[in-house]
């Protein structure tokens, strides 16, 4: 096994791992589209974020694409707040109109004559396999980040999940809760961006976590599950794409990642509600 | 300076807007709107398939193919939603990024060498699309998109105006349609397929996030300023319309995306209805 291949799965690992863990937050509140949203989001901000600095550094651009992601989910719990619309009404128009705003950027940025595009269509679709020793470095810290601020507030977030008006009335700040988890999406986004794209990533986030429902019942089981299945299939589609010539990395873990989904479907005990 | 390069570009423009928001309308009222995210992305892989079928990149069959995938996903999702294993918004987010998955990595293993080029499914560029002319009988018949959306419009207009009654009863009030003899799964099941044509019919010049935007967005914006379906229907007609003409303008102003441009507009309509409707209607 060479070393650009070793690196790439560590990132694939990463990312699958904690974007599996995390996904299972999302998948019980039933927000498992709002990653798509957020991930579409990003696109006007990493945008932004090069037509202001001109950098190449990947990383500095997916701030301005987590600052972005943010601004998406304020507005939409704006509309949520304010309007009687429909809950995927609003991820459809923060998602479209979104990525359409950064595609008007982008058209704006590839006039600049330093402007890799390059750069810029990479977050369309990811490339894992561009992925440097100081990526991961980044990758393996917004991980432990992630992990830490989990383990931080399981029990709040736990409580959250399953019964939020409970949350509320036994004393919890429901808000801070909900920016918590919120915000680690948006990490875990804006790792997932680097490395299947825009497109993708929602099925990084749902996947391991509807793969590992299926399984077991437990809140604390049914994260660490999902973590293992986000990284088998993270790894295994990163391992496919080196041996396939031609085979990008990206569908190939998607593609993993729903052959295990699939299988759960279709082994696992039955439930009686889902 | 308007030519006539201008007229053809802005006609497609308005026609693939009105188009996209008749479904669009009622797929905001059943709360089923992300539905054409997913669908819009999927009739990739009904592309890929036909085209390794057919050999042909201008043949009708792509866009059956492109409209049965469409129809695929819904049907998969519905299945998954039945067995009660996963909730509605899972097994939409599972199925598409897997179609769409299967699309790219058929398109990198068997079509490399061919103009199938997948930013322009999600992207698409309406600048190109005056180009490409229908001709019939060496007389120059206009864009071919021009007829495509034409006829995708008279389906849609079609499709609401003689189902009106149906589609807003199983709508707002299912067990009243099925006492009333009206199968609410017969027309949802409609519904999507029209939602599935109108995405093939538009995304070739539009690109797939715009359909979204177009399906979305002005229909949303009108359900904020009315609560009458006749009117919503009206509202977003106009909204999506003046989105196009716009976000056309302000393309060409800037020179930047169009698709980009006309979506951002949406959004432009849609805040500017979120911030004014206190004092409206």
Known sequence: ?????????????????????????????QQSLLGDAISHAALPGIVIMFLLTHSKDPWLLLCGGALAGVVGVVSMN??????????????????????GFGLVLMTVAQKIPVASQAILNKFLFGNVATLLKEDIYVVACISLLICA?????????????????????????????????????VLAIVIGLQTVGVVLMSTMLIAPAAAARQWVTKLLHMVVLAGIFGGCAASVGVYASSVIDHLPTGP???????????????????RNAA | MITSLHVEIIIIAILAAVTCCLPGVFLVLRGVAMMSDAISHAILLGIVIMFLAVQKLDSP?????????????????????????????????????????????????????????????????LAFAPFNRLILAEIDCGPYA?????????????FVSLFYKELVITTFDATLA?????????????????????????????????VVALMI?????????????????????????????????AACYADVSIAGSIASMTGVFFVGALVGRSGLF
């Open chain 1, 149 to 185: 601020i989990l383990t931080l507030f399981w029990k709040e977030c736990a409580v959250y999940v399953f019964d939020p008006m409970f949350t509320q009335s036994i004393g919890f700040n429901v808000k801070i809760i909900e920016i918590i988890l919120t915000m680690l999406l």
């Open chain 2, 217 to 249: 967005t002005p229909a949303a914006t009108a359900y904020l300023l009315t609560k009458q379906v006749k009117y919503m229907i009206g509202l977003s007609v106009v909204f999506a319309t003046s989105a196009a003409i716009l976000g056309y303008s």
């Open chain 2, 178 to 210: 099925t006492m009333t003899g009206f199968s609410p799964a017969v027309l949802y099941y409609a519904l999507m397929v029209v939602t599935s044509m109108t995405a093939v019919a538009t995304f070739d010049a539009v690109g797939s996030i715009m």
């Open chain 1, 252 to 270: 190939a873990i998607v593609v993993a990642a729903s052959i295990i989904v699939f299988f759960s479907l279709m082994c696992a005990p039955k």
């Open chain 2, 146 to 158: 021009l007829w495509v959306m034409g006829g995708a419009l008279l389906v849609n207009s079609l």
């Open chain 1, 78 to 99: 704006y509309i949520v707040a304010h309007t009687t619309l429909k809950k995927d009404a609003i991820l459809g128009i923060i998602l479209s109109v979104f990525f």
């Open chain 2, 61 to 125: 069959l792509l866009l059956v193919g492109a409209t049965l995938a469409g129809i695929v996903t819904v049907l998969c999702t519905e299945v998954i939603i039945k067995s009660k294993r996963l909730k509605q918004d899972a097994a939409i987010g599972l199925i598409f990024p897997l179609f769409f998955s299967v699309g790219v990595i058929l398109v990198s293993q068997y079509a490399r060498n061919v103009h199938l080029d997948i930013d322009m499914v999600l992207l698409g560029e």
């Open chain 1, 1 to 29: 096994m060479n070393y650009t291949l070793l690196l790439v799965l560590q990132g694939a690992l990463l990312l699958g791992i904690t974007s599996g863990a995390l996904g299972t937050f999302a998948l019980l509140r």
